[in-house]
């Protein structure tokens, strides 16, 4: 029953663009698609291991700089009389070595931060996020800094028989952006549910236990890293190449913040949580801006973000499961955080 | 020579201020297991309260810092009475993400009262700056360092001579025999969370006279806060205070031989090294969190 809500809904989803011609509303649900991806990699790692990474931002943004410097080549001096010179590659090369590099930097972050547990994960990532902000800033040689790289090329795919095709309409960006969310979440719950995804949820929830039964902890968060952040690499990747400009403004914290409460009110831990607070927070702006100043609109976001952590803490998703699903399915969406455990395990 | 003495007098001042950030927050993760990200707006706050005490209200400039601290205490509390209380007793991550909407929501609130366009307040110090043979430092700077100064013993002795404070360091110690010992944490909770969150409106209201006040100055200050809090471990005064100095001391190095743009890049740049070598903070007692 469920692989027939999800086929229902990604039939859904590949509907819009025959029924919906509006081009503000086609961008928006573009941009929204490639934040929900950002969102179900932060979700891989705030939900199914319980780290908060909230420099998220960073690796998206390295993924879109990556991908945009790939394909339009670049100059650089570096120290000791070097020069790197890289002629363009296409698009989707850069694509490829945005997800490696992105997670390479989640390997680096995770090996910094999950030497010790609690708030410092959520400081280095910030910290993370700020000093790679600052990079983008300042190394103009190789960024353009707040002058952004422009004229990003849009991504080409090689089709079998057809030649090359580029997707420059927002309706092949639309279904490229499905197909990529597509296959994350499939990537995702196969994840989940394989053996790595059971050794993370089971040291979220006790990692006393989970060291004992034989789980190597700081192995399994740095992979869950890993991916998160290979994940969110390809979501910047789509971005620069859908935006065709970015500035070291994508960097801003407040981008984060969006994915996190996504996330949250969608509901963390669940596979479908992040796809439908995604469409809430994603077109919520749409039909707010005529109405309220963007000011307004944020207030709006904060106080949304503390309503849903009193009224419904575990998020929109896992509270419906749990409302109207059978007993039995309720196994099937993922257990929820044992907060009790957590708290005995802090206060110890 | 001189140049590296005109940074070392820019370091007091600073590290003034960053050490009462640090105090703030390292008191309320401390004694109350919260990551304060209001940390920051109360440092907008207190500065806002600065640009309107002086120059919307036309009070007195020496005035205005005791108001300051005062409505960040108010606000603090009203905080914690009202966001904190009632999640009393749940898990880390959900306290640090209601802070984090109160964040964004008083951070919006701040820039749709005031907009975003920056605020500068008029200071009663002569333009003139103090020369002292190589080096010159302006008088508001050195109001600044002193005043943080007194800021900094007054905290002192209010948790090390106070019933209050020896309340707040048995909460500290261990919350249930403080209890037990009719210590009422519900009280300290609130106290601490005012206490801390004054002194971070003390920090902004130093400041923002310094530099120019806006709404988003309170982002970097706070991701300050922690790089500070991290320095000297989470849960020490002592350690927060010197990690204040260091982390002025190094930006102010960073900037003077290294580049400038990557100024606010140091206090990350010493998170990450901290980690590396000496993950429990520099002072630390030999604690983990979580």
């Given amino acids: 029953m469920k692989s027939g809500v999800a086929i229902l809904t990604v039939v859904a989803f590949a509907s819009v663009p025959l029924w919906l011609r509006d081009p503000y509303l086609m961008n928006a649900l573009i941009t929204t698609g490639i934040f929900i991806i950002g969102a179900m990699s ?40 070097l020069r790197i010179v890289h002629v363009p590659w296409p698009p989707i090369v850069g694509f490829v070595l945005a997800i490696v590099i992105a997670g390479l930097c989640g390997y680096l972050v995770g090996l910094l931060s999950f030497r010790v547990r609690g708030a410092y994960f959520v400081i280095v990532t910030i910290s993370f996020a700020e000093v790679v902000r600052l990079v983008a800033l300042n190394w103009v040689e190789l960024t353009q800094g707040p002058l952004a790289l422009t004229n990003i090329p849009s991504i080409t795919i090689g089709l079998p028989g057809l030649g090359d095709l580029t997707l420059r309409t927002k309706l092949q960006n639309y279904y490229l ?55 969110a690499g390809a979501a910047g990747s789509l971005y620069a190449h859908y935006i065709r400009i970015i500035d070291p403004e994508v960097f801003a914290f407040i981008n984060t913040v969006t994915m996190v409460i996504m996330v949250i009110t969608g509901g963390k831990g669940s596979l479908a949580g992040p796809v439908v607070g995604g469409m809430i927070f994603g077109l919520l702006p749409v039909f707010l801006r005529p109405i309220m100043a963007p000011e307004a609109q944020w207030i709006a976001y904060g106080g949304v973000l503390i309503v849903i952590l009193f009224v419904l803490p575990r998020g929109i998703v896992p509270s419906l499961a749990q409302r109207f699903a059978k007993p039995r399915s309720r196994a099937e969406t993922v257990a929820p955080v044992a907060f009790a455990e957590r708290d005995a395990k802090e206060h110890a | ?103 964004i929501a008083m951070q919006s ?27 010159s430092v302006s008088w508001l700077r050195l109001f600044v360092l002193a005043a943080a100064a007194m800021l900094i013993v007054v905290t002192y002795l209010l948790i090390n001579r106070t019933k209050l404070g020896c309340a707040m360091r048995a909460t500290f110690q261990d919350q249930d025999t403080a209890s037990l010992m009719g210590v009422n944490v519900d009280l300290i909770y609130t106290s601490t969370f005012a206490i801390g969150s004054s002194l971070a409106a003390a920090a902004g209201a130093l400041l923002g006279p310094v530099y120019v006040i806006f709404p988003q100055m309170g982002d970097l200050a706070a991701v300050k806060a922690f790089a500070i809090v991290i320095l000297g471990g989470l849960g020490n005064i002592t350690g927060a205070v010197i990690g204040g100095f260091i982390l002025a001391l190094a930006e102010e190095l960073g900037a003077g031989y290294v580049s400038s743009g990557y100024r606010d890049a140091m206090g990350f740049l010493i998170i990450i090294a901290v980690l590396i070598f000496k993950p429990t ?6 604690e983990r969190v979580g």
């Fill in chain 1, 42 to 81: 932060l979700n891989l790692l705030l939900g199914f291991t319980g780290q908060l990474s909230l420099g998220h931002i960073a690796f998206f943004g390295i993924g879109a700089y990556v991908s945009a410097l790939t394909s339009l080549g670049f100059d650089v001096g570096l120290p000791f009389g």
């Fill in chain 2, 281 to 286: 903070g520099l002072f630390a007692r030999s």
């Fill in chain 2, 109 to 135: 609130g701040a820039l749709w009262i005031w907009g975003g366009v920056a605020k500068s307040v008029a200071t009663p110090f002569p333009e003139a700056p103090l020369v002292l043979g190589p080096v």
């Fill in chain 1, 177 to 231: 952006v499905l197909s990529v969310a597509v296959v994350t979440y499939l990537l995702i719950s196969r994840l989940v549910h394989s053996h790595f995804g059971r050794a993370m949820r089971g040291l979220m929830e006790n990692e006393t236990l989970a060291v004992s039964v034989g789980i190597d902890v700081t192995k399994t968060l740095t992979l869950a890293a890993v991916i998160s952040a290979g994940i």
């Fill in chain 2, 1 to 103: 020579m001189s140049e590296f003495l005109q940074h070392l007098i820019n370091m007091l001042v600073l590290g003034g201020t960053y050490a009462l950030l640090g105090i703030g927050l390292t008191l309320i993760f401390g004694i109350m297991n919260v990551v304060n990200f209001t940390h920051g707006v109360l440092y907008t706050f207190g500065a806002y309260i600065m640009f309107i005490v002086v120059q919307q209200l036309g009070i007195n400039f020496f005035l205005a810092l005791p108001l300051a601290v005062v409505a960040g205490w108010l606000l603090g509390a009203a905080i914690e009475l009202t966001l904190l209380r009632p999640l009393r007793g749940s898990d880390i991550d959900t306290t640090m993400l209601v802070m984090i909407g109160a964040w």
